[in-house]
C-alpha cells in the first residue's frame, strides 16, 4: 500500500483505494483515501507553518527543489513506468513526461534562488525625491492544488514546485484515477529540510473536494481539469485567488505558403502524432485543422495516411503510439460524438471504432456546424480537418471557438506569424509546428473558456504571490 503524504509524513487510512490499469483493467498499486480528519489536520499545517515557510531563505526552498529534480532524474525508468501503469500513456510519452517533471522542478530552483523582487527610483517627481521603492513578491498563503489525469506527474509538478519556489505550503489533491505518480512526488519531497506542514498530497473523492475549495484558510485555489469543474470553483469562491487551465479544442492552420511537398508531409505528420500522441488526451492536442483550399487534397492524403501508420496497443510495448483513453466512460463518449458528426453528415476517412477503452486514430471531414468533436473538447484521438478560402478565414474559423488556449501555424511568412500572433484569440501561437508545443518555462494558459491566469514556473510563482512595497525615505541616490 502506497502512503500518502499529511504535513510532511506518511500516512494512510482504512478507505482502501485501488488504481488500475486503462489498458486491460490490472490492478497496479493501492493507496488509500485521506479521511475528513486527516484533511483538516493537513490544512490546519499548512495555515501554521506559513509564515516559516514565507521566510524560509532561498538556499533553503532551491535545495529542495534540485533534491526532487535529481531524483527524478536518478529514478526516471521507474517513473515513466508508474505513469503509464496508471494513466495508460505509451512508454515514450511517459519517458517524456517524466524528464519534463525534473526540467520543472530544476526550473524552479533557478526561480527560487533569483526571486528578488526589484528596485524604483521616486526622486522621478519632485514630490519623491529622497525615496526609493523596494518591490518584493509575499507568498498569499498555502495554495490548494488539484492535478489532472492526463500528466499525472507533470501536471501535479506545475502545481508543487512554483508555491515551494516562493514560499507557499501547499495541498495537492490528485486525480482519483492516477493518484501514484504525485504520491511519488511526495515521496521525494519527504527526502527534503522543508518544514513539516509544507506540503501535503493527498487522495481526496471529488465529492469531498468542495469543502477544501471553501477552506479560507487555503486563499490559492490552482486547478487544472474539466470546463464545468472548474468555473463552479471560481463562481463558489469569487474572493479567492483562482486559477484555471481548462482545456480547449486546439486549432492547426496549414497556410498558403506552406505548399512545398517537404512542408505538407512534415505539418501532416506533426499533426497526426499529436493528435494521438495522449490518445487525444491533451488540452493542446490538435482538434482542428484548417487548411488553405488549394492545397486541401493534397494535404489531406498525406494526414490521413499519416495517422493511419500511429500504432495502437499496449502502452508498455515500445513501439506503440497511441495507448488508451483513461477508461472505457471516457472511449464511449468520444465515440458518441464520432457518431453523433456522422449522423449529420460527416465523412470518416480512418477509425471511428472503439475497442474498450481504446479508440483507434480517426480524421472527419464535412463536420457541420455545432457538433461536438468541433465545438467541445473531444479529449479523444479525432481530428476535424475542413478547407478554408485563405489564410484570414482560417484564423476567423480558429477563433469561432468557446476556447482559446494555443494553435499552431504553418507558414514561413514572418508577415503571417506576426497576423496571426495579433488575430488569434488563444493563449500562445506555435509558428512552423503544432498548438501541442510546451516549454515548461513559458507561461502557458488561455482565453475565454479555457481559463484564467498562466502556469509555467515564474507564471505561477507570480500567481502565487502579490507585490509587497516598502519606501525609503531620505536616501541620497
Known amino acids: 500500500m502506497v502512503p500518502f503524504y499529511l504535513a510532511g509524513k506518511p500516512a494512510s487510512s482504512d478507505d482502501v483505494l485501488t488504481v488500475h490499469h486503462p489498458y486491460d483493467g490490472r490492478e497496479v498499486g493501492r493507496t488509500s483515501t485521506a479521511t475528513p480528519e486527516q484533511v483538516e489536520q493537513a490544512v490546519a499545517a499548512a495555515a501554521a507553518v506559513s509564515d516559516e515557510a514565507a521566510a524560509l531563505p532561498a538556499h533553503v526552498r532551491a535545495d529542495a527543489l534540485d533534491h526532487v529534480s535529481r531524483r527524478l532524474a536518478q529514478r526516471a525508468e521507474e517513473v515513466a513506468r508508474l505513469i503509464t501503469a496508471e494513466s495508460g500513456k505509451p512508454l515514450k510519452w511517459a519517458r517524456i513526461e517524466a524528464a519534463r517533471a525534473a526540467a520543472t522542478f530544476r526550473w524552479a530552483a533557478e526561480e527560487a534562488r533569483r526571486y528578488s523582487g526589484e528596485v524604483q527610483r521616486l526622486d522621478t517627481e519632485a514630490s519623491g525625491a529622497g525615496r526609493l521603492a523596494v518591490v518584493t513578491r509575499v507568498p ?51 527526502e527534503t529540510d522543508l518544514p513539516a506542514g509544507m506540503f501535503s498530497v493527498l487522495p481526496v473523492p471529488n465529492e469531498r473536494a468542495g469543502a477544501l475549495v471553501e477552506d479560507p484558510r487555503l486563499p490559492v485555489v490552482s486547478f487544472t481539469g474539466s470546463g464545468p469543474v472548474g468555473w463552479s470553483i471560481r463562481d463558489r469562491v469569487p474572493r479567492k485567488h483562482v486559477t484555471l487551465e481548462l482545456g480547449g479544442n486546439a486549432a492547426a492552420v496549414v497556410c498558403e505558403d506552406w505548399s512545398a511537398t517537404d512542408d505538407l508531409q512534415w505539418a501532416a505528420e506533426r499533426i497526426a502524432t499529436f493528435a494521438n500522441y495522449q490518445a487525444g488526451q491533451s488540452c493542446i492536442s490538435v482538434q482542428r485543422v ?92 479525432v481530428l476535424v480537418v475542413a478547407r478554408v478560402s485563405d489564410d484570414a478565414a482560417a484564423f476567423a474559423a480558429v477563433n469561432d471557438s468557446a476556447y482559446g488556449l494555443q494553435a499552431g501555424v504553418f507558414t514561413h511568412s514572418i508577415q503571417t506569424a506576426f497576423t496571426a500572433h495579433r488575430t488569434l484569440a488563444v493563449g500562445g501561437v506555435i509558428i512552423g509546428d503544432v498548438p501541442s508545443y510546451r516549454a515548461d518555462q513559458m507561461p502557458y494558459g488561455g482565453v475565454k473558456g479555457s481559463g484564467i491566469g498562466r502556469e509555467g514556473v515564474a507564471s505561477a510563482m507570480a500567481d502565487y504571490t502579490e507585490p509587497r512595497v516598502m519606501v525609503l525615505t531620505g536616501i541620497t541616490l
Do not use: C, M
Open 290 to 381: 484548417f487548411v488553405h483550399e488549394w492545397l486541401y487534397d493534397a494535404f489531406l492524403h498525406r494526414l490521413v495516411e499519416a495517422v493511419r501508420r500511429q500504432r495502437q496497443g499496449d502502452p508498455f510495448d515500445e513501439s506503440t503510439d497511441v495507448g488508451p483513453l483513461i477508461n472505457q466512460a471516457a472511449a464511449e463518449r468520444v465515440a458518441a460524438w464520432v457518431d453523433e458528426a456522422v449522423a449529420a453528415g460527416a465523412t470518416v476517412h480512418t477509425g471511428g471504432e472503439r475497442d474498450g477503452a481504446s479508440y483507434a486514430p480517426t480524421v472527419l471531414t464535412g463536420v457541420p456546424d455545432g457538433a461536438k468533436v468541433a465545438a467541445e473538447e473531444v479529449f479523444g484521438p
Open 140 to 190: 498569499r498563503g498555502p495554495v490548494l492544488g488539484i492535478s489532472p489525469f492526463n500528466f499525472p506527474l507533470n501536471l501535479a509538478a506545475h502545481k508543487v514546485a512554483p508555491a515551494l519556489a516562493v514560499g507557499a505550503p501547499i495541498l495537492l489533491k490528485p486525480a482519483p484515477a492516477t493518484p501514484l505518480s504525485a504520491l511519488l512526488l511526495g515521496e521525494l519531497l519527504a
